[in-house]
């Protein structure tokens, strides 16, 4: 089934069924929240485990948040980490000591209490891992050393190192408090929705594996983030989550009233949505851009100046034109403009054939009889997979390899299945290429992103794979690291922007756009939230009348 | 007779283990596995010794042979272990996806049969030729709509414009018709085709001949005397069609997002979720030998010259 064929039939199907009747007409001036109501929300893909770290999966994310609270809340819009379980927080000097002070009467909804011993207990967990019960360490949580009780309402944190991203670590999906039953259980276990039992404003009702999901609302819920306009219960009753794949049947479910949100809207049907006075929401994930990266372990790529030729053999702009929408901006450099650290480097970026053509036979690389470029009898051909979870990616790798070969470099674009993927993109030799990008509202995800012990994105020797000859690039480490260490706000940002220079005059990256979550809603579904990278916050969502 | 069956049960054994060594092969053959893709993501940014400390835990790297031997084992003791990508137990995912596929397979298939009789029955019956070949030609156009095509295009049309049935929250048996429907057509194609070549054949045979000399119309020829013989060749049609089956569910639970084993073989798959897709094929390699039996046990039953090679039994 390929998507063009599918992209075809919907096209046949949508001019088949068209003229939907208007359903939901825009809600008049509705300014009060009204209380009730169950909101259908159709997510693309099952959700898989549920232990909080494995949140960045979105639709473990979008789950997670309704039923757990965080100890600090980021707000979306400054990205300043504001109250929310911890009341008060102090932070030594060295960023190596965090003491946080716990709101009192805060319950799981088992109704064991949320105390510092609890969120000691769940920090251990996800800052040291459980091998006993295959819990992984989460990524958020950076140089973790113990923690201590200090009295039931106090807790403190110590690391191995200093850590000034651990506090924006505590606001995130990933670091959703979960009771002691929940910890108590194996790895395996967690996909069981109706065991991960959290302090949220919603509690899992009951579930059909693989399909359904209910949530409803916790009567007695009162101690959401202290700065939000709505205390208090959640204003619906509950939500119903269904998994529906088909991208066509989500969207024309949502305008024929059978679904109030969905999650996962292809840049291309979003004019269908609009059209119809339904809302599109694009909230940005605030992270590393999507991006093409190189693996400069392969021989290929090694030299500079044929990573340089690539970044401006790469029309970023016809990239965005052609396959997405206004909700896609073009990267301007290699985090997105609303993220932290934020520079903007796009003069660097620019798109310039000519000047690739010029770098690519500077480094040696003459263009042979087959329009192919050749260097000492071999030829310029990359590889790529595609990343199933980024949007359009096939048709983005397609287009860039379109570009690439104006300037006599062939980019084979693989398919393949999950295995082959994680085997062969451990092999800088097997995948020089390769496409990625990373939500987190901190710049400790420019460090997640390209550290050796992070996700290692440029495969360098000690990192993920035991593949790598010898690449390794100690300048950009150290700036890494710096940034994972320094306290000085100020210092940090600075270094951000160093590393941002970086990584686009070394040409390890080529930024492309910045990667929102795409959602649709019925204009009668009011005050949907989404915490700092694009995940949807239910708290203060109502139902209008309609 | 028991003789014979006792052979039958031996021969499905050995089926049922034959499925289940060569899944396990093939999955050990293909790059990667279900640890590595679930551990290596880089959602979960581990580091290359969290992501071994995690296989070590799963043994994952222990030897083939003692991975094999300890799978079969508690397969024996009706243990299936944990889904890797969904972290449940493989039971319990089963439970939850096999209700919807049972319904759909069996709707999806007494479906088909009946549009398969109708179109046979309605092209060697009708007095128009023209007629005759626009219904004999139904079978190709059958067989070459594209599945999820048809379910998007029923969706479209029965539930988003003329609102009959809801795709999302529908009821019990309302969310079955379309996708019923849906997986019927492809199905329908070879067992209509099937019927109307045979029926084609019989009608030549020479007791058609003596059949009509004695003055019966063509109804009586067909129902009395051609159908029974029709149904030998298509009731093995049948049988094999049940991987068909399978794979049309993929395509229908996706595309209407149901709740089935085709869904959950897709998912596995992906993931090389191993322990779920052993379980499948276990599973399904039981169906396949159940149904060819029960196809094989039918035969006798039907014509009576096969009754004498199985009645031999002491």
Same mark, same amino acid.
């Given at each position: 089934?390929?998507?063009?064929?599918?992209?075809?039939? !919907?096209?046949?199907?949508?001019?088949?069924?068209?003229?939907?009747?208007?359903?939901?007409?825009?809600?008049?001036?509705?300014?009060?929240?009204?209380?009730?109501?169950?909101?259908?929300?159709?997510?693309?893909?099952?959700?898989?485990?549920?232990?909080?770290?494995?949140?960045?999966?979105?639709?473990?994310?979008?789950? !997670?948040?309704?039923?757990?609270?965080?100890?600090?809340?980021?707000?979306?819009?400054?990205?300043?980490?504001?109250?929310?379980?911890?009341?008060?927080?102090?932070?030594?000097?060295?960023?190596?000591?965090?003491?946080?002070?716990?709101?009192?009467?805060?319950?799981?909804?088992?109704?064991?209490?949320?105390?510092?011993?609890?969120?000691?207990?769940?920090?251990?967990?996800?800052?040291?891992?459980?091998?006993?019960?295959?819990?992984?360490?989460?990524?958020?949580?950076?140089?973790?050393?113990?923690?201590?009780?200090?009295?039931?309402?106090?807790?403190?944190?110590?690391?191995?190192?200093? @850590?000034?991203?651990?506090?924006?670590?505590?606001?995130?999906?990933?670091?959703? !408090?979960?009771?002691? @039953?929940?910890?108590?259980?194996?790895?395996?276990?967690?996909?069981?929705?109706?065991?991960?039992?959290?302090?949220?404003?919603?509690?899992?009702?009951?579930?059909?594996?693989?399909?359904?999901?209910?949530?409803?609302?916790?009567?007695?819920?009162?101690?959401?983030?202290?700065?939000?306009?709505?205390?208090?219960?959640?204003?619906?009753?509950?939500?119903?989550?269904?998994?529906?794949?088909?991208?066509? #049947?989500?969207?024309?479910?949502?305008?024929?009233?059978?679904?109030?949100?969905?999650?996962?809207?292809?840049?291309?049907?979003?004019?269908?949505?609009?059209?119809?006075?339904?809302?599109?929401?694009?909230?940005?994930?605030?992270? #590393?851009?999507?991006?093409?990266?190189?693996?400069?372990?392969?021989?290929?790529?090694?030299?500079?100046?044929?990573?340089?030729?690539?970044?401006?053999?790469?029309?970023?702009?016809?990239?965005?034109?052609?396959?997405?929408?206004?909700?896609?901006?073009?990267?301007?450099?290699?985090?997105?403009?609303?993220?932290?650290?934020?520079?903007?480097?796009?003069?660097?970026?620019?798109?310039?054939?000519?000047?690739?053509?010029?770098?690519?036979?500077?480094?040696?690389?003459?263009?042979?009889?087959?329009?192919?470029?050749?260097?000492?009898?071999?030829?310029?051909?990359?590889?790529?997979?595609?990343?199933?979870?980024?949007?359009?990616?096939?048709?983005?790798?397609?287009?860039?390899?379109?570009?690439?070969?104006? #300037?006599?470099?062939?980019?084979?674009?693989?398919?393949?299945?999950?295995?082959?993927?994680?085997?062969?993109?451990?092999?800088?030799?097997?995948?020089?290429?390769?496409?990625?990008?990373?939500?987190?509202?901190?710049?400790?995800?420019?460090?997640?992103?390209?550290?050796?012990?992070?996700?290692?994105?440029?495969?360098?020797?000690?990192?993920?794979?035991?593949?790598?000859?010898?690449?390794?690039?100690?300048?950009?480490?150290?700036?890494?690291?710096?940034?994972?260490?320094?306290?000085?706000?100020?210092?940090?940002?600075?270094?951000?922007?160093?590393?941002?220079?970086? #990584?686009?005059?070394?040409?390890?990256?080529?930024?492309?756009?910045?990667?929102?979550?795409?959602?649709?809603?019925?204009?009668?579904?009011?005050?949907?939230?989404?915490?700092?990278?694009?995940?949807?916050?239910?708290?203060?969502?109502?139902?209008?009348?309609? | 007779?028991?003789?014979?069956?006792?052979?039958?049960?031996?021969?499905?054994?050995?089926?049922?283990?034959?499925?289940?060594?060569?899944?396990? /092969?093939?999955?050990?053959?293909?790059?990667?596995?279900?640890?590595?893709?679930?551990?290596?993501?880089?959602?979960?940014?581990?580091?290359?010794?969290?992501?071994?400390?995690?296989?070590?835990?799963?043994?994952?790297?222990?030897?083939?042979?003692?991975?094999?031997?300890?799978?079969?084992?508690?397969?024996?003791?009706?243990?299936?272990?944990?889904?890797?990508?969904?972290?449940?137990?493989?039971?319990?995912?089963?439970?939850?996806?096999?209700?919807?596929?049972?319904?759909?397979?069996?709707?999806?298939?007494?479906?088909?049969?009946?549009?398969?009789? /109708?179109?046979?029955?309605?092209?060697?019956?009708?007095?128009?030729?023209?007629?005759?070949?626009?219904?004999?030609?139904?079978?190709?156009?059958?067989?070459?709509?594209?599945?999820?095509?048809?379910?998007?295009?029923?969706?479209?049309?029965?539930?988003?414009?003329?609102?009959?049935?809801?795709?999302?929250?529908?009821?019990?048996?309302?969310?079955?018709?379309?996708?019923?429907?849906?997986?019927?057509?492809?199905?329908?194609?070879?067992?209509?085709?099937?019927?109307?070549?045979?029926?084609?054949?019989?009608?030549?045979?020479?007791?058609?001949? /003596?059949?009509?000399?004695?003055?019966?119309?063509?109804?009586?020829?067909?129902?009395?005397?051609?159908?029974?013989?029709?149904?030998?060749?298509?009731?093995?049609?049948?049988?094999?069609?049940?991987?068909?089956?399978?794979?049309?569910?993929?395509?229908?639970?996706?595309?209407?997002?149901?709740?089935?084993?085709?869904?959950?073989?897709?998912?596995?798959?992906?993931?090389?979720?191993?322990?779920?897709?052993?379980?499948?094929?276990?599973?399904?390699?039981?169906?396949?030998?159940?149904?060819?039996?029960?196809?094989?046990?039918?035969?006798?039953?039907?014509?009576?010259?096969?009754?004498?090679?199985?009645?031999?039994?002491?």
């Amino acid at each position: 089934m390929t998507t063009k064929l599918k992209r075809f039939a !919907l096209t046949l199907a949508t001019l088949a069924a068209t003229g939907l009747p208007h359903v939901g007409a825009r809600a008049e001036g509705a300014t009060e929240p009204v209380k009730g109501g169950t909101l259908v929300y159709l997510e693309q893909q099952a959700h898989t485990n549920l232990y909080p770290p494995a949140g960045g999966f979105y639709p473990n994310g979008g789950i !997670l948040n309704q039923i757990t609270d965080k100890l600090t809340y980021q707000n979306p819009k400054t990205l300043e980490i504001e109250p929310w379980i911890a009341e008060s927080w102090t932070v030594n000097a060295a960023a190596t000591e965090y003491t946080f002070k716990i709101r009192p009467g805060v319950t799981f909804s088992d109704g064991t209490p949320l105390d510092a011993a609890a969120v000691a207990k769940n920090y251990d967990v996800f800052g040291l891992g459980n091998k006993a019960l295959k819990h992984p360490v989460s990524e958020v949580i950076n140089n973790y050393e113990r923690s201590e009780v200090i009295d039931p309402l106090t807790v403190k944190f110590y690391f191995k190192k200093p @850590s000034p991203g651990f506090l924006q670590g505590t606001s995130v999906i990933g670091s959703g !408090l979960v009771a002691a @039953s929940t910890l108590a259980l194996p790895f395996e276990e967690l996909g069981d929705a109706t065991r991960i039992i959290g302090s949220g404003p919603f509690v899992v009702e009951s579930e059909t594996i693989g399909k359904e999901l209910s949530l409803k609302a916790r009567e007695e819920y009162n101690w959401g983030p202290v700065k939000l306009a709505h205390q208090g219960r959640a204003y619906l009753d509950g939500i119903t989550y269904i998994v529906t794949g088909e991208d066509s #049947v989500r969207i024309g479910a949502l305008l024929a009233g059978q679904a109030d949100f969905i999650r996962q809207v292809q840049a291309y049907d979003e004019s269908q949505v609009e059209a119809q006075d339904y809302q599109i929401y694009a909230p940005s994930t605030r992270g #590393v851009n999507n991006s093409v990266v190189f693996r400069p372990d392969n021989p290929l790529v090694a030299d500079v100046k044929v990573r340089q030729a690539l970044l401006h053999a790469t029309d970023a702009k016809e990239i965005v034109t052609t396959l997405f929408s206004a909700n896609y901006p073009q990267a301007t450099s290699i985090i997105a403009s609303s993220a932290l650290g934020y520079k903007d480097i796009s003069a660097k970026l620019a798109f310039d054939p000519e000047k690739a053509k010029a770098l690519l036979s500077e480094a040696g690389w003459s263009v042979g009889s087959n329009g192919l470029r050749q260097k000492d009898g071999k030829e310029l051909v990359l590889t790529a997979y595609e990343s199933l979870p980024q949007p359009q990616n096939k048709e983005t790798l397609q287009l860039v390899a379109q570009q690439w070969g104006k #300037v006599g470099v062939k980019l084979n674009v693989l398919a393949g299945d999950s295995g082959s993927r994680t085997v062969d993109d451990l092999d800088p030799l097997k995948t020089p290429v390769s496409p990625a990008m990373v939500g987190r509202a901190d710049p400790d995800v420019i460090k997640s992103q390209y550290y050796p012990k992070n996700r290692d994105v440029l495969r360098q020797k000690g990192g993920l794979s035991d593949k790598v000859q010898s690449f390794v690039d100690d300048k950009l480490n150290g700036l890494l690291e710096a940034l994972a260490s320094e306290p000085d706000r100020a210092k940090r940002l600075a270094i951000a922007g160093e590393i941002q220079d970086y #990584v686009v005059d070394q040409a390890y990256a080529i930024p492309i756009f910045e990667e929102p979550q795409a959602y649709a809603g019925a204009p009668y579904v009011q005050g949907v939230a989404f915490e700092a990278v694009g995940r949807p916050s239910f708290y203060s969502t109502w139902l209008a009348e309609h | 007779m028991s003789a014979y069956l006792l052979n039958r049960v031996g021969q499905a054994l050995f089926v049922l283990w034959a499925a289940f060594t060569i899944s396990f /092969v093939l999955l050990q053959a293909m790059p990667g596995d279900a640890i590595l893709i679930k551990f290596q993501n880089p959602d979960l940014g581990l580091t290359a010794q969290q992501v071994a400390e995690i296989r070590s835990s799963y043994a994952a790297d222990s030897p083939v042979l003692v991975q094999y031997v300890q799978t079969i084992g508690k397969f024996l003791t009706g243990n299936f272990g944990y889904s890797v990508q969904a972290g449940v137990p493989v039971s319990t995912l089963l439970a939850a996806h096999l209700p919807a596929t049972l319904k759909l397979a069996t709707l999806g298939f007494l479906l088909a049969s009946v549009l398969a009789v /109708v179109i046979a029955f309605l092209s060697s019956l009708t007095p128009f030729t023209w007629l005759r070949g626009a219904l004999q030609s139904v079978p190709s156009l059958f067989i070459s709509i594209p599945t999820f095509w048809l379910g998007i295009m029923l969706i479209q049309i029965f539930s988003f414009r003329l609102k009959l049935v809801p795709v999302i929250n529908p009821g019990p048996w309302q969310e079955l018709i379309l996708p019923v429907v849906t997986l019927a057509v492809p199905i329908s194609a070879p067992l209509a085709q099937v019927l109307v070549r045979t029926i084609d054949e019989v009608m030549t045979r020479p007791f058609v001949g /003596v059949a009509r000399a004695k003055g019966a119309n063509r109804h009586w020829i067909l129902w009395r005397h051609v159908a029974k013989n029709a149904l030998l060749p298509t009731l093995t049609i049948a049988g094999v069609l049940f991987g068909e089956l399978i794979a049309g569910a993929v395509v229908t639970e996706t595309v209407f997002g149901l709740n089935g084993i085709g869904g959950l073989t897709e998912r596995a798959v992906g993931s090389q979720d191993a322990a779920v897709l052993q379980a499948i094929v276990v599973l399904s390699a039981l169906a396949f030998v159940i149904i060819n039996l029960a196809v094989d046990l039918l035969y006798p039953v039907l014509d009576p010259r096969l009754r004498t090679k199985v009645g031999v039994a002491a």
